[in-house]
């Protein structure tokens, strides 16, 4: 049976993810934490990520919600503590970085929407068998590994690979998980970032134009090609119009189609 099988938050934008048994869902049905803080350009207001600063790659983290504590540690093997809740040690964490990135930067919070890409387009969803499938295209990928280079916040079991696929484009049906409705708004278009090994940086040979061929070649019959740009793109957001905050997520909810 379909379910929800997986919930991750990237409580810092382009940073480590963290893994939630169960999750609260914003306005429009992001997941609150995700992408609660960010890097930001200074000058533009711009929120960065690995996209624009390669070596975030190199930090490994981890994010305390309780206490908002982020523990990080550098390529440098420099480990630090942040009380990112705290807007004198926030603004430190800023300078943290940002004399290791060798870049201006500061680490701003939004409480309301977070730094997520598209909020009104809600959080992100792929299958398992999604990520078994990507996985399989690359001798020297995991699964695992290909679950933290896309960066989904719901992740479904118990469906076939590209399944999220059907939720996009013309006439496209709605699902449901946790009672919560949910429409695909748009496939996720993907950029440089997955091609790249998360804890070093490292680009996967060929990743771009082994993945263009092998999502064409999988590409599936319930799928509505109109709906997307291009074969680089792998699983969708999907927007929740009837949450106002509040509503929950968990792991193990059940997840229908609104054709069953």
Known sequence: MAHVAALRVYPVKGLDGESADEAALRPGGTLAHDRAFALVDPDTGDSLNAKDLPALHEFATAYDRATRTLTVAAPDGDRREFDLGDDDD????????????DAAVALERDDDTGFVDRPSMGPSVVSTA?????????????VEGARRRLRANVEVGGVPAF?????????????????????????????????RDPD???????????????RERSFPEWADWDAFDHYYAAMILARAPEVTGGETLAVGDDVTTATE
């Open 90 to 101: 926030r603004a430190a964490a800023g300078d943290w970085f940002g004399e290791r990135l």
């Open 130 to 142: 999604t990520l078994e499938a990507v996985a399989s295209w690359f001798e020297d990928l995991t």
């Open 163 to 195: 399944w999220e696929d059907r939720f996009v484009g013309a006439d496209a049906p709605d699902f449901t998980a946790g009672g919560v409705r949910f429409e695909g708004a748009t496939p996720c278009n993907r950029c440089v970032v997955p091609s």
């Open 200 to 214: 070093t940086g490292d680009p996967l040979p060929a990743f771009r134009e082994t993945f263009l061929a092998e």
